[in-house]
C-alpha cells in the first residue's frame, strides 16, 4: 500500500519470533561509540549466543579494521539465516508504534513506517519532499553501500523528524487500544523500549489524512511564509544511511532491464522511525568535535592564520575549567566561541565577524581546511561532554565543544537556508540512540 502524495509505504515488518531475549535482540545504532570499541566487545560478550541485530550490523568503530570483508559476509549470511530457520517473523502490512523511554526522558514518541526514495534527494539545494538536514558526505557512502548491497533485509536506525506542531499523526495513536508487540529494557543504558502493532486500516487512513494536511501546498507556503517546493519529512538521524539507500536505489534503476517493472521493488523504499519535532521527549543536543593525532600549538597557530585570512580574527584565553570556558563563551554574543580543551588545559576560541550564522558553520569551515592539509589528523564527532573532556585530555588529542541548535527553528533554517553544516545537532546523547529492532526484506 503506497501513498504517493506524501511518499509513503504502509510495510511488511519483520520481528523477531515470539520467545526471543528482547534485550539482546536490540543494540544500539551502528554510528555510536566510535572511539569506544571496549563498548562494542561488551556487546558481543553480552548477546553471544543468541539471535542479536549486533550479527546484522556493521559498527562504524570497526570501519577501518582489516577483516571489512569477511565482517559484510557474515552479516549477509547471519541475516539469509535468520530469515530461513524463522527467527524473523514478517507481520501484515502495517505500522509499529514507538514509546522509547531513556535516561533523560520518560516518553519519546515513534511511528516506524517505510519512505518512498524517489522523494528524496540529497543533492545541495534539493526541494524533494524528504530533506536532508545536514550535507551529506559522499566519501562516506562507498562502506556503507558495500554493507547494504546485497543485505537480504534492512534494520533502521534512521529517525526521520516531522514539524506536527498540532500533534495531529502519531501522539492520538496513544489513546487506541492496541496489541503490544514487544516491551522490554535495552542494554548498556539504552531505557525502555514499548512497541504497538497498527494494522487497523482506519488507523492508517487516520495517520494518512493527517499527513496529507501537512503536505498541503496551501498550507505548507502559509507556515513558512515560502513558494517553494513542499517539504514533509526532514532527516533527524541516520542521514547518510538514507542516502546509502537512495544510492543503492538509483543504482538499481539504472541496471534495470523493465524500467517499469523495478518501479515495484521492495529497494525503493526505506524503514525509518518518525518522530514529531515538537514531541516534549526529543531533545537536540550538540555533536562536539575530538581531534587525534595533532600538535596543540600548530594547530592554534593554522587557526589563528585560518580566521585572519577571512578577516575574521580568532582570538584564544586560557580558563580554569570548562565551566569557566563555557560562561567566557556564553559572553560573547556576537562573535562564535566555543570551549576547547588541549594539552590538559581549557580554553575558549573566539571569532569575530563571522562569516556564518552558526558556531559550528565557522568551526567546520576551519576543521574541513585543516584536515585537508594534515592527513595525518584525524577527527571524531563525539555526543556528550564528558566523553570530549576524557579523549580531548590526552596528549596528541584537542576537544572541541559546540552549543546546541533550538530543534523548534530547524525546519523554518532547512527551507529556507538547506542543510546544515554536518554533524551539527544529534536527537539526544549516544545512548538515546534509535536502536535496531525492526526488520524490512529489501530483495
Wanted: a negative charge.
Amino acid at each position: 500500500m503506497i501513498f504517493e502524495k506524501i511518499g509513503l509505504q504502509v510495510p511488511k515488518i519483520l520481528l523477531p519470533k515470539k520467545g526471543t531475549d528482547m534485550q539482546r535482540w536490540s543494540v544500539i545504532a551502528c554510528d555510536q561509540y566510535t572511539s569506544d570499541p571496549d563498548y562494542w566487545q561488551r556487546l558481543e560478550q553480552r548477546t553471544a549466543g543468541t539471535i542479536s541485530t549486533l550479527n546484522l550490523v556493521f559498527p562504524e568503530v570497526f570501519l577501518d579494521a582489516a577483516d571489512t570483508e569477511q565482517r559484510i559476509a557474515s552479516i549477509n549470511q547471519a541475516m539469509e539465516a535468520y530469515l530461513a530457520d524463522g527467527s524473523l517473523e514478517e507481520l501484515s502490512p502495517g505500522f509499529v508504534l514507538v514509546d522509547r523511554k531513556t535516561a533523560a526522558v520518560e516518553s519519546r514518541k515513534g511511528l516506524i513506517v517505510a519512505l518512498d526514495l524517489e522523494h528524496y534527494d540529497y543533492a545541495k539545494g534539493a526541494q524533494s519532499l524528504i530533506r536532508s538536514t545536514e550535507g551529506t558526505i559522499l566519501d562516506r557512502l562507498p562502506p556503507r553501500i558495500k554493507v547494504r548491497q546485497n543485505a537480504p533485509i534492512e534494520l533502521p536506525h534512521i529517525m526521520v523528524l516531522i514539524d506536527d506542531r498540532q500533534q495531529t499523526v502519531i501522539e492520538p495513536l496513544f489513546n487506541e487500544d492496541l496489541e503490544t508487540v514487544y516491551d522490554f529494557e535495552l542494554l548498556e543504558n539504552g531505557g525502555h523500549l514499548k512497541g504497538y502493532r497498527i494494522d487497523q486500516p482506519e488507523l492508517i487512513t487516520q495517520i494518512t489524512t493527517a499527513l496529507e494536511k501537512m503536505a498541503d501546498p496551501a498550507a505548507y507556503r502559509a507556515k513558512y511564509k515560502v513558494d517553494g517546493e513542499v517539504m514533509l519529512y526532514a532527516m533527524g538521524d541516520g542521514n547518510h544511511s538514507f542516502a546509502t539507500a537512495k544510492a543503492i536505489w538509483t543504482q538499481l534503476k539504472e541496471e534495470a532491464e523493465d524500467p517499469a517493472a523495478v518501479m515495484n521493488h521492495p529497494a525503493r523504499f526505506a524503514l525509518v522511525e518518525l518522530v514529531n519535532v515538537h514531541d516534549p521527549g526529543l531533545e537536540f543536543e550538540a555533536i562536539h568535535r575530538v581531534l587525534f593525532n595533532v600538535n596543540c600549538v600548530h594547530l592554534r597557530q593554522r587557526m589563528e592564520a585560518f580566521f585572519a585570512a577571512r578577516n575574521t580574527p580568532m582570538s584564544f584565553a586560557f580558563c580554569t575549567d570548562l565551566a569557566d570556558a563555557e560562561a567566557a563563551a556564553e559572553s560573547k554574543e556576537a562573535a562564535h566561541a566555543f570551549p576547547i580543551v588541549l594539552g590538559g588545559r581549557f580554553g575558549v576560541c573566539t571569532v569575530e565577524n563571522p562569516e556564518y550564522n552558526l558556531a559550528v558553520a565557522t568551526l567546520q569551515a576551519f576543521l574541513d581546511h585543516y584536515l585537508q592539509e594534515n592527513p595525518t589528523v584525524r577527527i571524531d564527532y563525539i555526543h556528550g561532554k564528558k566523553a570530549v573532556t576524557n579523549l580531548g585530555s590526552e596528549m596528541g588529542r584537542v576537544g572541541l565543544y559546540l552549543p546546541a541548535i533550538s530543534k523548534y527553528d530547524l525546519f523554518k533554517t532547512i527551507v529556507l537556508d538547506g542543510a546544515l553544516p554536518r554533524k551539527t545537532f544529534s536527537l539526544g546523547e549516544a545512548d538515546e540512540k534509535r536502536f535496531y529492532l525492526e526488520c524490512r526484506k529489501i530483495c
